[in-house]
């Protein structure tokens, strides 16, 4: 009879043991939550961001902490800007009423006109209404920026100042402020923005040679969609100095797509995210829970069998569930591939379909078996046309080899191009036999392979 109260009183130990929730250990203050949400900002978890910044909105207004409050309010604009511009507008102009009823910091004055003034911008663009308030938000920042000589906000703001010129279709404006920003000191830090609007302005011109001077001197990095930007543009140009109107308007219908599966990537890292987030959470309220389960293995030995069953029950479970994410991960990332490839096709026919377009290449195809001679300038065509689709392929291969000879580099042109040993043999007045030897003196010559089962193909596609 005592054994079995004994157990049944072990029992109720345990169930109120278990159904205790999770207390806090201190509250969350409003600059902590700011710092969670940039962190989840940075993952690209969009979602979660905008969730902490509205807390931190609420906490910062609640502690009077200011500061953090016109912060999180420039931040949670930011990070719907793309979806929501008018609620972005909105939010900042809340963000500087709170600034200038609680001024601190100029410089961060600055930042929020500049982006308010963006924002206006971007709603004006949309809705094609008027630039003043955009205007006006960024001359106040410029004026501001210039009378305390904060050389990286002028050239923030001027840069501003040419995207809203450019969405007007003030063109030749666009270029004079961006000429401006470029010209002023410590402008390293939007240098990359300042050349994108000077290019896309050149290229709204027409000025095509300008255009694409700039964007060649943009450095992507390891910015994968600023490439992406940089390398359809230059497209573009090519096809519009082909005079191939409605081939550039498929272009743009094709990179759309190619940026579609970019931003559909980012919200498949996003739910990524999230899953791992609240799988951080389930684990510390399984921690939790076996501290819970070893306090009471203090008070009740005899429970601990049945403890331990649940343990490895749970874990089991775990086990399980993280397998299944981790298939459900692994095809989520062949998906990921297989849309890759599909962008890979498109870049490839259309790189084809430029060739295809040129005069030259029409004139080697339709030659037949007669000899073949190419004018200087159709050589420079040629070779200028390849280095604007094939990321500057033979620009890069004269600037390794400098001694390498003009007959190599026009050798190397035709092999590009995929042309038959007979037709470059007709082009060189030669047999096929001498070119195919020609071909192997350059690989081994020039680029010091000796691989016989290597070609010259493989090498200039590797370069």
Same mark, same amino acid.
């Given at each position: 009879?005592?054994?079995?109260?004994?157990?049944?009183?072990?029992?109720?130990?345990?169930?109120?043991?278990c159904?205790?929730?999770?207390?806090?250990?201190?509250?969350?203050?409003?600059?902590?939550?700011?710092?969670?949400?940039?962190?989840?900002?940075?993952?690209d978890?969009?979602?979660?961001?905008?969730?902490?910044?509205?807390?931190?909105?609420?906490?910062?207004?609640?502690?009077?902490?200011?500061h953090?409050?016109?912060?999180?309010?420039?931040?949670?604009?930011?990070?719907?800007?793309?979806?929501?511009p008018?609620?972005?507008?909105?939010l900042?102009?809340?963000?500087?009423?709170?600034?200038?009823?609680?001024?601190?910091?100029?410089?961060?004055?600055?930042?929020?006109?500049?982006?308010?003034?963006?924002?206006?911008?971007?709603?004006?663009?949309?809705t094609?209404?008027?630039?003043?308030?955009? +205007?006006?938000?960024? &001359?106040? %920042?410029? !004026?501001?920026?210039?009378?305390? /000589?904060?050389? *990286?906000?002028?050239? =923030?703001? #001027? +840069?501003?100042?040419? &995207?809203? %010129?450019? !969405?007007?279709?003030?063109?030749? /404006?666009?270029? *004079?402020?961006a000429? =401006?920003? #470029?010209?002023?000191?410590n402008?390293?830090?939007?240098?990359?923005?300042?050349?994108?609007?000077?290019?896309?302005?050149?290229?709204?011109?027409?000025?095509?040679?300008?255009?694409?001077?700039?964007?060649?001197?943009?450095?992507?990095?390891?910015?994968?969609?600023l490439?992406?930007?940089?390398?359809?543009?230059?497209a573009?140009?090519?096809?519009?100095?082909?005079?191939?109107?409605?081939?550039?308007?498929?272009?743009?219908?094709?990179?759309?797509?190619?940026?579609?599966?970019?931003?559909?990537?980012?919200?498949?890292?996003?739910?990524y995210?999230?899953?791992?987030?609240?799988q951080?959470?389930?684990?510390?309220?399984?921690e939790?829970?076996?501290?819970?389960?070893?306090?009471?293995?203090?008070?009740?030995?005899?429970?601990?069998?049945?403890?331990?069953?649940?343990?490895?029950?749970?874990?089991?479970?775990?086990i399980r569930?993280?397998?299944?994410?981790?298939?459900?991960?692994?095809?989520e990332?062949?998906?990921?591939?297989?849309?890759?490839?599909?962008?890979?096709?498109?870049?490839?026919?259309?790189?084809?379909?430029i060739?295809?377009?040129?005069?030259?290449?029409?004139?080697?195809?339709?030659?037949?078996?007669?000899?073949?001679?190419?004018?200087?300038h159709?050589?420079?065509?040629?070779?200028r046309?390849?280095?604007?689709?094939?990321?500057?392929?033979?620009?890069?291969?004269?600037?390794?080899?400098?001694?390498?000879?003009?007959?190599?580099?026009?050798?190397c042109i035709?092999?590009?191009?995929?042309?038959?040993?007979?037709?470059?043999?007709?082009?060189?007045?030669?047999?096929?036999?001498?070119?195919?030897?020609?071909?192997?003196?350059?690989?081994?010559?020039?680029?010091?392979?000796?691989?016989?089962?290597?070609?010259?193909?493989?090498?200039?596609?590797?370069?």
């Amino acid at each position: 009879m005592f054994t079995r109260s004994l157990y049944i009183f072990i029992i109720g130990i345990l169930m109120v043991a278990c159904s205790q929730q999770q207390q806090k250990s201190d509250s969350q203050t409003a600059a902590r939550c700011l710092e969670e949400a940039e962190t989840a900002l940075a993952n690209d978890s969009i979602r979660q961001g905008e969730t902490l910044l509205r807390k931190a909105i609420q906490l910062s207004e609640a502690s009077e902490d200011w500061h953090t409050n016109y912060i999180a309010h420039q931040r949670l604009a930011e990070a719907i800007s793309q979806s929501n511009p008018e609620e972005a507008l909105r939010l900042m102009k809340k963000a500087l009423t709170v600034y200038e009823q609680h001024p601190d910091d100029e410089r961060n004055y600055v930042i929020l006109l500049d982006y308010a003034g963006t924002y206006a911008a971007q709603l004006a663009f949309i809705t094609e209404g008027s630039y003043d308030e955009a +205007t006006d938000f960024t &001359n106040r %920042a410029y !004026a501001i920026a210039k009378e305390k /000589q904060m050389k *990286d906000m002028m050239c =923030q703001t #001027l +840069t501003s100042l040419a &995207n809203i %010129a450019w !969405a007007k279709e003030d063109y030749r /404006q666009a270029l *004079d402020y961006a000429h =401006q920003a #470029l010209a002023t000191e410590n402008a390293e830090g939007t240098e990359s923005g300042t050349l994108q609007v000077l290019a896309r302005s050149y290229f709204s011109l027409n000025m095509l040679d300008s255009a694409e001077t700039v964007y060649r001197q943009i450095d992507t990095g390891d910015d994968v969609h600023l490439a992406y930007i940089v390398q359809s543009n230059l497209a573009k140009i090519a096809l519009r100095r082909l005079g191939a109107t409605e081939v550039e308007d498929s272009v743009d219908e094709a990179f759309l797509q190619i940026e579609d599966f970019y931003y559909k990537a980012l919200e498949q890292k996003d739910q990524y995210y999230q899953a791992s987030l609240k799988q951080e959470m389930e684990n510390q309220q399984l921690e939790y829970r076996s501290k819970m389960y070893g306090r009471t293995l203090l008070i009740a030995i005899i429970a601990s069998g049945i403890i331990l069953l649940a343990v490895v029950l749970a874990l089991r479970y775990r086990i399980r569930m993280q397998e299944q994410e981790k298939r459900q991960l692994q095809q989520e990332a062949e998906h990921q591939k297989t849309l890759l490839h599909q962008a890979n096709e498109v870049v490839t026919f259309l790189q084809g379909f430029i060739l295809e377009r040129t005069e030259v290449l029409k004139k080697l195809n339709q030659s037949g078996d007669s000899l073949i001679y190419l004018t200087p300038h159709e050589w420079s065509e040629i070779e200028r046309t390849l280095n604007a689709i094939d990321d500057n392929r033979f620009a890069k291969i004269r600037e390794q080899y400098p001694n390498m000879q003009e007959d190599d580099i026009r050798l190397c042109i035709l092999t590009r191009l995929g042309l038959s040993n007979r037709t470059i043999g007709n082009i060189y007045c030669i047999t096929i036999s001498a070119v195919q030897h020609r071909k192997l003196k350059l690989k081994k010559d020039v680029f010091g392979e000796s691989n016989p089962d290597i070609t010259l193909e493989q090498i200039l596609n590797s370069r």
